[in-house]
């Protein structure tokens, strides 16, 4: 159970909240004193919040203490589920190779890179593409876009929408040749309808924001895929208790695994870098340290090799260590050319 779904007051949820208690879990081994502190309050109404957050536990345990059994799968029933997933091209076949297919649905999938690499390119490209029609081999869904850093540009957003139109059209006559056409209605506008998008401007909204996703995908089961760019933002700033951070990250990341498993979706974090010393010098690493790279099922590095951008397959359980070039044209994301250089787009 959620700390937003106590039975307390307001003020007394959204101070939990601040303070990075999000779960009842995370309640369980603090003494009154210790929460009286953090919230600042009396330890009269520290202690009134612990023993509500005990009962409502208890009945938690109670309620749900078959859940563990009833849900067991065997393995083989498990590698069955995997094969059948559809996963979401990046519109570039080098790329979807080392991911073994494209963006898997039910993981969480961290991508990383110095600026201007092309994360929100690759971010908004996802978006469009997590609504290719079944057909066509996509998940006809929709996509949540969680924007920190105010990257989003719809212009941008519209341009790769006209271009994914044109790619599933031209598709389509291939697979018309073949006598397996299917219909394409879509037009760009109804891509553009189906980005349900959050602006964030603060760390508070933006755990507010990942605590609603349950409600909201609950609402849109339509839903295949949640993008936040980056997840990093609010959280390199104006952070003096590394504590509170850890918490307060460890809290989102937990409830973004559990949505990818609960809903059947892909979620895609966007990362920034950070100077770090390693081996005697100064080396680019990716920000929030080595113990928030455990948060995420895949971690993928996206860097530039000369004029060629390349993406790493830095971390995974099920994809090999690997690397892809991959360009960013005016279409969007797309097979590397050799001639690309560094250019603006707009």
Known sequence: MEVGRLPI???????LIRAGYTTLSSLSSLS?????????????????????????????????????????????????????????????ADLDNILGGGINCKEVTEIG?????????????????????????????????????????????????????????EYNDLLRKEHRKCQVNLKPNDLLESIYYFRICSYTEQMAVISYLDKFISA???????????????FRQ??????????????????????????NLAVVIFNQVTTKYMEGSFQLALALGDSWSHSCTNRVILYWNGDDRYAFIDKSPSLRS?????????????NSASNHKRIKLM
């Open 238 to 263: 104006d952070f003096e208790d590394l504590a509170l951070r850890t918490r307060l990250l460890s809290g989102m990341a937990l409830k973004l695994m559990n949505l990818a498993k609960t809903y």
């Open 220 to 234: 849109h089961k339509d839903v295949k895929i949640v993008i936040v760019d980056s997840v990093t933002f609010h």
């Open 32 to 92: 009154p004193s210790d929460l009286a502190r953090e919230l600042n309050v009396t330890n009269s109404e520290a202690l009134e919040i612990l023993k509500v957050a005990s009962l409502n536990s208890r009945l938690d345990r109670t309620d749900g203490g078959h859940a563990i059994f009833n849900g067991a799968q065997t393995a083989w029933d498990m590698l069955h589920e995997e094969q059948l997933l559809r996963r979401i091209t990046t519109s570039c």
């Open 322 to 334: 690997a690397s892809a070039p991959f360009s960013v044209t005016g279409k969007g994301i797309r």
């Open 113 to 169: 890179g110095v600026p201007g690499i092309g994360k929100t390119q690759l971010g908004i490209q996802l978006a469009v593409n997590v609504q290719i029609p079944v057909d066509l081999g996509g998940l006809g869904g929709k996509a949540v876009y969680i924007d920190t850093e105010g990257s989003f540009m719809v212009e941008r957003a519209l341009q790769i929408a006209e271009a994914s139109v044109l790619d599933m059209v």
């Open 9 to 15: 007051s307001a003020s007394q949820r959204g101070k």
